[in-house]
């Protein structure tokens, strides 16, 4: 039972946790009794409550009176609160710099939480694993494509359980979690690993079973991004995309996981801020440079009511991905597009206005009266309103936040420091890993690598916590005695040209492993042979390993190219006898690995894994567009030399 509510809205929902004898929990809470009596909260609620609910800011920095610059909100104050209560915000999303600790996570959410005590608060995150993961003390694990990568159903599931479990004992109640875009555009600068795969098919049954393991932990999943950002080459945070496929396209490819994640329940759904002309093609003139620009989906009624809620039956919450990302903040007014966002269907406007100080509150303050004033004068329809926030409040009481556990603080940060980065966690994430590994090239039995004592090996990777991540998971393995005592020389190449010195160090190796990052394939090529005379530092990404592949090959090194992101780089090394990818690009940093991939790569190529991983996507060419280098589903086994058969 919540204590001390005394708002209107407060009465009523006493009536229904007194109701539901205060077991607010996701079995038993669909009943027709529940649902009236959440009609009746909202019937008493005041339209400032309302609107409240509706948006949902981040406090990633914040700047007390006082203070000279804004640092990371990591403790809850007196400022954040009384705006909490102001504008009766519904939620609140968390970023890395909120979430720095273990301990000082659960007193920040315990804390953001009594700061709105009669309707309690989404807090929510974008923990999908992988490349894109905001705790800094949990379980990273391997990433969406590193599971399309390993096939296994059972992957998807746990990795949606441990990231449920260690939001949960976080206090943390909403994941902006899985990615179901169908990463069919390899030169996609914005999803690529955080995609399943390029095959609808496989993505709908990962993503399904990931929400699975995340709502089995009672957290809240949230797939996007609706109707699909896979085959954009613009990342909305910059621009605005487009995708021009018609409607009978979509709907078999970009629209298949997220129609099978309604299906199998999904609680939430994020929009795209991209351009669907095949659903709509109205237009606006874009406040950034006067020209005419098509609505994108988050903005749009035919897409979010029309496409979402009345053709594919999604009944749920919608909440729209930031609405600062400039595909939608250098082309619409900041109150103009949460006005467009609410009026189109969607529920929640998700990072409305920057505020990270009193000072900046009337931001916050100025959407939340363009919302009142929209609703007063009838442009969004008060019984539109109503449905959101009934359908918001729905969602809050079947997930028990309505009616959470008066369990003391001290109890709650114990739970947490047992679940949060627990080592049976860790252990699945690695293993998960060491099975995505996916060897694509493996000629004269290059791999795996047997050094003798005292070999040198010589890392060579595009950043320093990746050099770092490779050299410490071989010391490890020297350590374990899995592999002879070697000498580890270790250089990062960002921005930097191939020297003389670089070749000294190759010369003087026995073993070479370079790291790949190229985030999108554009060498020169010429009459079909990538030109590498091209040594511009602005090119590194492709010019230095490829430089390193050569020379390494010249003189008879043993070589391997791990790449570390996108899988689509390795057809910039045709030419290596031994090619993985690992699907992940995180080192060690701050006491920890960022990401189990690169460790279980080195453990592939020094022969203490057995890598299972194939292809989630298909490999074009970069000297034959046209053609495939590799397809999807192929993978070598590393000691027959054949391919994996799926």
């Not at 990342?235 to 994640?261: C, T, W």
């Not at 790291?515 to 005379?533: E, F, Q, R, T």
Request: net charge negative; charged share 25%; with cysteine.
């Amino acid at each position: 039972m919540i204590k001390g509510i005394c708002a209107p809205a407060g009465i009523a929902l006493c009536l229904v946790l007194s109701i539901m004898g205060g077991n607010a929990t996701a079995k038993g809470y669909e009943n027709e009794k529940t649902v009236s009596d959440i009609q009746e909260i909202v019937e008493n609620m005041t339209i400032d409550e309302k609107v409240g609910q509706m948006l949902m800011p981040d406090f990633r920095n914040w700047q007390k009176q006082g203070e000279t610059k804004a640092t990371g909100f990591i403790e809850m104050n007196s400022e954040v609160a009384s705006i909490i209560k102001k504008y009766h915000l519904g939620g609140v999303i968390l970023f890395a710099e909120n979430v720095v600790d273990t301990e000082q996570t659960v007193r920040l959410t315990d804390g953001l939480q009594m700061a709105s005590p009669d309707l309690p608060l989404f807090i929510t995150i974008d923990q999908e694993g992988g490349i894109v993961t905001r705790l800094q003390t949990g379980t990273n694990l391997p990433g969406n494509m590193a599971l399309g990568a390993a096939r296994q159903v059972s992957y998807a599931y746990q990795s949606g359980e441990i990231i449920g479990k260690e939001l949960s004992s976080l206090g943390i109640n909403v994941n902006f979690g899985p990615s179901v875009d169908v990463n069919n555009n390899p030169g996609n600068p914005v999803i690529g690993v955080r995609s399943f795969s390029s095959d609808p098919k496989l993505v709908s049954k990962l993503g399904i079973q990931m929400i699975k393991g995340l709502q089995n932990q009672n957290m809240i999943a949230t797939t996007k991004h609706f109707p699909g950002h896979g085959d954009t080459a613009v990342d909305s945070h910059y621009g605005l995309p487009l995708v021009s496929h018609d409607k009978e396209r979509l709907r078999s490819i970009e629209l298949l996981p997220f129609q099978r994640a309604i299906d199998a329940g999904v609680d939430m759904m994020m929009t795209a801020h991209v351009q669907f002309p095949a659903f709509d093609d109205t237009t606006y003139i874009s406040k950034k440079d006067g020209q005419e620009i098509m609505v994108p989906a988050t903005l749009s009624q035919k897409v979010i009511t029309g496409l979402l809620r009345e053709d594919m039956g999604f009944d749920g919450v919608v909440v729209t991905d930031a609405l600062n990302m400039k595909a939608i903040a250098d082309n619409f007014g900041q109150e103009e597009a949460v006005v467009l966002a609410l009026k189109s269907g969607v529920d929640i406007a998700l990072m409305p206005a920057q505020v990270n100080s009193l000072q900046m509150e009337k931001n916050i303050a100025s959407v939340f009266n363009a919302v009142k004033a929209s609703v007063a004068s009838g442009e969004i329809p008060l019984n539109q309103v109503n449905q959101s926030v009934t359908r918001i409040l729905e969602l809050k009481v079947k997930r028990g936040i309505l009616n959470p556990e008066d369990t003391p603080i001290d109890k709650k940060i114990e739970t947490a420091l047992q679940v949060v980065g627990n080592e049976d966690h860790l252990k699945k994430e690695r293993e998960m890993a060491e099975d995505a590994i996916t060897l694509l090239k493996n000629e004269h039995k290059t791999l795996p690598f047997k050094p003798k004592k005292n070999d040198k090996v010589l890392i060579l990777a595009p950043f320093d916590d990746q050099v770092e991540s490779m050299s410490r998971s071989i010391s490890e393995l020297a350590d374990k005695k899995k592999i002879k005592k070697v000498q580890i020389t270790g250089m990062s190449f960002s921005g930097k040209s191939f020297t003389d010195q670089v070749a000294r160090l190759i010369d003087e190796s026995d073993f070479v492993i370079t790291g790949s990052y190229i985030v999108k394939n554009d060498p020169a090529v010429n009459d079909g042979v990538i030109d590498d005379s091209i040594q511009d530092s602005s090119k590194w990404a492709t010019a230095f390993p490829r430089a390193v592949m050569n020379h390494a090959k010249k003189k008879d090194k043993e070589f391997v190219l791990m790449s570390l992101r996108n899988p689509y780089d390795v057809a910039n090394f045709e030419e290596a006898k031994a090619i993985l990818a690992v699907y992940g690009f995180k080192g060690y940093s701050n006491g920890r690995y960022r990401q189990p991939n690169i460790p279980a790569g080195i453990s592939t190529i020094f022969g203490e894994s057995r890598p299972k991983g194939t292809l989630p996507v298909d490999i074009p060419s970069v000297t034959k567009p046209s053609e495939s280098l590799y397809k999807y589903g192929y993978g070598l086994d590393i000691k027959s030399g054949r391919p994996i058969k799926n």
